[in-house]
Nanobody
Framework: QVQLVESGGGSVQAGGSLRLSCAASGSIFSINDMGWYRQAPGKQRELVGTITRGGSTTFADSVKGRFTISRDDAKYTMYLQMNSLKAEDTAVYYC????????????????WGQGTLVTVSS
């Protein structure tokens, strides 16, 4: 079994910063791509950004230049640094990992965290 736990959410004023973390534990052999998603009240879950095993990142247009993603594979942890936060960034943020729990076969499955709430007040 694999468990993902997000932390670092909270309330912040517009223009402020927050850093989210997502830590995985359990039966893990290898982690491939990781990503952050968010879901605002009354809206569908949307992709915030992703990071490959090699460290390449992509971001939604709405957060480019403000958010960065990094990963520490030794700790099975991914980070989301959010700067210049806006009221429209208010959402529950979820992490997603693609994990293989064995070398043979090397088969990656998707795992989600439980979410952490970020509230940005204007």
């Amino acid at each position: 079994q694999v468990q993902l736990v997000e932390s670092g959410g909270g309330s912040v004023q517009a223009g402020g910063s927050l850093r989210l973390s997502c830590a995985a534990s359990g039966s893990i052999f290898s982690i491939n791509d990781m990503g952050w998603y968010r879901q605002a009240p009354g809206k569908q879950r949307e992709l915030v950004g992703t990071i490959t095993r090699g460290g390449s990142t992509t971001f939604a247009d709405s957060v480019k230049g403000r958010f960065t993603i990094s990963r520490d594979d030794a700790k099975y942890t991914m980070y989301l640094q959010m700067n210049s936060l806006k009221a429209e960034d208010t959402a529950v943020y979820y992490c997603n990992y693609h994990i293989s729990n064995s070398r043979t076969p090397l088969y990656f499955t998707s795992h989600w965290g439980q979410g952490t709430l970020v509230t940005v007040s204007s």
